[in-house]
């Protein structure tokens, strides 16, 4: 290929250092820690993505730290595609994921390809992820043969909030984690490229994470595995609704935010805002014709 050809392609455009699955491969190959955050939109995805995370996920945890729901059960693909949209814009060298809500792909296979299409095309994501073990191998499948990357999600999945009964640990008895293994080798057979491990212990984790040639990404599931997630307001201290054990605040920026938010409410109220150097000017004697 002739170099004016790839310049006219616009494959000198393409940076080397964009994470892609491959990423994902490389980096449980050589045992290196894989790192993700969730964002919602354009400015946190680029905050997230000039600290180096590998990975960013637009969760559909977005109904609670950004709607306001209480679960994530009413999420719509019009919020995930919404949301999805801004955090590619900002994403940079993030691999960006978008989770799939509940029942965009549970009611079929057909569904299922074409809300992870509609995620990639209209949302440009660059990857979906769904909840869910052999249930939804066949979806995975599909998704995958449609050259669409599938990140899978196994433990405490939240879309089944109500079956499950609440927020629970997961795969604790014998049974429940020899289902909690046999799944994730299914998901990873029917194709998915990583696997989200949700409030697992810590021990099963690890072995899963031992058993399989895909990376685990863990979120209260212990050190054992490939990578961690978070939600990004839970890890900076922003919703205080509700905080999992396994969350750790790395900074308190609701604090921090809160104090802004009241400096600001003050300095109106006294007058010292805005002052002279946030304030536009004019000619004195154009605004004498005007009384
Ligand atoms: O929706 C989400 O943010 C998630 C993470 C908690 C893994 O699925």
Redesign the pocket.
């Known amino acids: 290929m002739m170099k004016s050809q790839n310049k006219k392609r616009g494959w000198h455009k393409v940076k080397i250092m964009k994470n892609t699955v491959v990423t994902f491969r490389q980096a449980k190959e050589k045992g290196e820690k894989l790192t993700?955050l969730?964002a919602y939109d354009y400015t946190t995805a680029k905050l997230v993505n000039e600290a180096g995370i590998h990975s960013i996920?637009v969760?559909?945890?977005?109904g609670m730290v950004c709607l306001g729901y209480e679960d994530?059960i009413s999420v719509t693909m019009e919020d995930m595609i919404h949301h999805t949209r801004a955090v590619s814009r900002g994403a940079g060298d993030a691999l960006v994921i978008a989770?799939m809500p509940f029942m965009s792909y549970q009611t079929s296979v057909y569904d299922a390809v074409v809300n992870a299409g509609r995620l990639m095309k209209e949302g440009h994501a660059q990857a979906v992820?769904l909840?869910g073990g052999k249930e939804v191998c066949p979806q995975i499948e599909a998704i995958v043969k449609a050259s669409i990357p599938v990140c899978a999600?196994l433990g405490l999945t939240?879309q089944s909030i109500h079956a499950f009964g609440g927020f629970k640990v997961q795969g604790k008895g014998e049974e429940a984690a020899r289902k909690l293994l046999e799944e994730a080798k299914a998901i990873e057979a029917a194709g998915a490229f990583a696997v989200?491990l949700?409030c697992v212990p810590e021990a099963l984790a690890k072995l899963i994470s031992e058993k399989l040639s895909i990376p685990t990404?863990g979120?209260g599931a212990g050190a054992g595995c490939d990578g961690q997630?978070?939600?990004y307001q839970d890890m900076l201290g922003m919703y205080a609704d509700f905080t999992p054990k396994f969350v750790k605040v790395f900074a308190n920026a609701g604090e921090e935010m809160k104090k802004g938010f009241a400096a600001y409410k003050k300095e109106v109220q006294e007058g010292s805002f805005p002052a002279a150097e946030h304030t536009f000017r004019m000619d004195e004697s154009i605004l004498e014709k005007l009384y």
Do not use: F, N
């Open positions: 993700m969730t996920l969760g559909d945890s977005l994530t989770d992820k909840e999600h939240p989200v949700e990404i979120i997630v978070l939600v």
